[in-house]
T-cell receptor, first 114, second 109 residues
Framework: ETGVTQTPRHLVMGMTNKKSLKCEQH?????MYWYKQSAKKPLELMFV???????ENNSVPSRFSPECPNSSHLFLHLHTLQPEDSALYLC?????????????FGEGSWLTVV | GQNIDQPTEMTATEGAIVQINCTYQ??????LFWYQQHAGEAPTFLSY??LDGLEEKGRFSSFLSRSKGYSYLLLKELQMKDSASYLC??????????WGAGTKLIIKP
């Protein structure tokens, strides 16, 4: 139990489907992140939210749409994905940004696009 | 560009010692992190180094040399449960984390 909970753990979706990944953190943190993890590649930062405001969008395609209704919850809405989007999507949180805060990860959502 | 290098895979024997190296080239430096990730699980924080030298935490130690852009994670008295991937990440001058691709450590009996 890391204090960051992600659902679903596994998701298979077609290229025309719309689905969402959900993340909740119970650590009292103010910053939340979405990362993409592909085999044998470094973690790719997708989005950062600090106090519910998006502070980072690393040129992520618009078929990925984040939503942060409050500091404890983060969503990643998925629409018309491509097979190359199949990966592990990790949510993470930290006390804030702009300092050397440790980030804490959820167990990830395995996404397969068929 | 910014770059983190670490070996792709290492093999070691139960009870032995293994050293996982990480070299980095980044725009500034605000610390280096090591994470452990078991297959199918979340990366979990192991250590943070911001000053040169060795930090010890039980069987795990982490070393940093900022002048050489180099760190290592030392695991002693290896146990089968230490089989995992070990991720090195450097925080640059903008407090952005730059990640290595991870080192998969295989422990053999």
């Amino acid at each position: 139990e890391t204090g960051v909970t992600q659902t679903p753990r596994h998701l298979v979706m077609g290229m025309t489907n719309k689905k969402s990944l959900k993340c909740e953190q119970h650590l009292g943190h103010n910053a939340m992140y979405w990362y993409k993890q592909s085999a044998k590649k470094p973690l790719e930062l997708m989005f950062v939210y600090n106090f519910k405001e998006q502070t980072e969008n690393n040129s992520v395609p618009s078929r990925f749409s984040p939503e942060c209704p409050n500091s404890s919850h983060l969503f990643l809405h998925l629409h018309t994905l491509q097979p190359e989007d199949s990966a592990l999507y990790l949510c993470a949180s930290s006390h804030g940004e702009g300092e050397a805060y440790t980030i804490y990860f959820g167990e990830g959502s395995w996404l397969t696009v068929v | 560009g910014q770059n983190i290098d670490q070996p792709t895979e290492m093999t070691a024997t139960e009870g032995a010692i293994v050293q996982i190296n990480c070299t980095y080239q980044t725009s500034g430096f605000n610390g280096l992190f090591w994470y452990q990730q078991h297959a199918g699980e979340a990366p979990t924080f192991l250590s943070y180094n911001v000053l040169d030298g060795l930090e010890e935490k039980g069987r795990f130690s982490s070393f940093l040399s900022r002048s050489k852009g180099y760190s290592y994670l030392l695991l002693k008295e290896l146990q089968m449960k230490d089989s995992a991937s070990y991720l090195c990440a450097v925080m640059d001058s903008n407090y952005q984390l730059i990640w290595g691709a991870g080192t998969k450590l295989i422990i053999k009996p």
